[in-house]
C-alpha cells in the first residue's frame, strides 16, 4: 500500500529564513510524485510534477527535489505570502493520487 | 479560463438528511475527480471520471454515496443518508487529459463543507 509520511506537521521561519520540507513515500511503481500548495478555504493548486530520482524543479522560491524514497521542497527565503499547507502526493500504478497529511507553514515578517 | 466551480460552499445539515454537491470542470477537462478531505489530513479519492464513466469508484462508500456524471461535464455528488463522520470538505477536482495523459496535475475547486449535526 502506498504511504506519504510528511514533516515536520508545522513549520514557522522568519521571513528570509530558508528550510526545506521533507516528503517520505513507499510505493510500488513511482509514476510521479507531485507537490501542492492549499490555502485556507481553498482547494489545493498545483505546485511541481517529479517523476524520476535526481530531478529538480523550481518556482520562484521553491525548488523540489526527488530520491527513490524522499521528496524535499525547499524554500528560499520565504515571505509572508508563502505561508500555506504544502501537500505531497504520489501516484503508483493507478491513477489514483495520494496525499500525505501535509506540512502547515506560517512564515512571519 | 474560469476554474473549477462547486457548489454549495458550506453545507448545515442534521444526520439521516440527504445532501448534495455540485460540480462544474474546466471546460474541455475529460477526467472529475470528487476527494474527501478531513480536518487536518490530505484529500482522500472518493471517484474518478473519464468523460462520462466511473473508472476507479474503490474508495466510494456505495451504501451512502452516489455520483453521477451526465454528458460527460458537470457531475453530482450525493450523500443519503448523511452520518456524523461524513462531515468533512468535499473537493472536485479535473484535469486535461485522459489515462494516455496523465500528468498529475489537477484543478481543484474551493470545495464544499460538510458539516453533520
Known amino acids: 500500500e502506498d504511504q506519504v509520511t510528511q514533516s515536520p506537521e508545522a513549520l514557522r521561519l522568519q521571513e528570509g529564513e530558508s528550510s526545506s520540507l521533507n516528503c517520505s513515500y513507499t510505493v510500488s511503481g513511482l509514476r510521479g510524485l507531485f507537490w501542492y500548495r492549499q490555502d485556507p478555504g481553498k482547494g489545493p493548486e498545483f505546485l511541481f510534477t517529479?517523476?524520476?530520482a535526481g530531478e529538480e524543479k523550481e518556482k520562484e522560491r521553491l525548488k523540489a527535489t526527488l530520491t527513490k524514497k524522499e521528496s524535499f521542497l525547499h524554500i528560499t527565503a520565504p515571505k509572508p505570502e508563502d505561508s500555506a499547507t504544502y501537500l505531497c502526493a504520489v501516484q503508483g500504478p493507478g491513477y489514483a493520487l495520494n496525499f500525505g497529511k501535509g506540512t502547515s507553514l506560517l512564515v512571519t515578517p | 479560463e474560469a476554474g473549477v466551480v462547486q457548489s454549495p460552499r458550506y453545507k448545515i445539515i442534521e444526520k439521516k438528511q440527504p445532501v448534495a454537491f455540485w460540480c462544474n470542470p474546466i471546460?474541455?477537462?475529460?477526467?472529475l475527480y470528487w476527494y474527501r478531505q478531513n480536518l487536518g489530513q490530505g484529500p482522500e479519492l472518493l471517484i474518478r471520471?473519464?468523460?462520462?464513466?466511473?473508472?476507479?469508484d474503490s474508495q466510494l462508500p456505495k451504501d451512502r454515496f452516489s455520483a453521477e456524471r451526465l454528458k460527460g461535464v458537470d457531475s453530482t455528488l450525493k450523500i443519503q443518508p448523511a452520518e456524523l463522520g461524513d462531515s468533512a470538505v468535499y473537493l472536485c477536482?479535473?484535469?486535461?487529459?485522459?489515462?494516455?495523459?496523465?500528468?498529475?496535475?489537477?484543478?481543484f475547486g474551493e470545495g464544499s463543507r460538510l458539516t453533520v449535526l
Open positions: 517529479l517523476y524520476s
Open positions: 477536482a479535473s484535469s486535461r487529459g485522459g489515462s494516455g495523459s496523465y500528468t498529475g496535475e489537477l484543478f
Open positions: 471546460s474541455g477537462h475529460n477526467t
Open positions: 471520471y473519464e468523460n462520462e464513466e466511473a473508472v476507479d
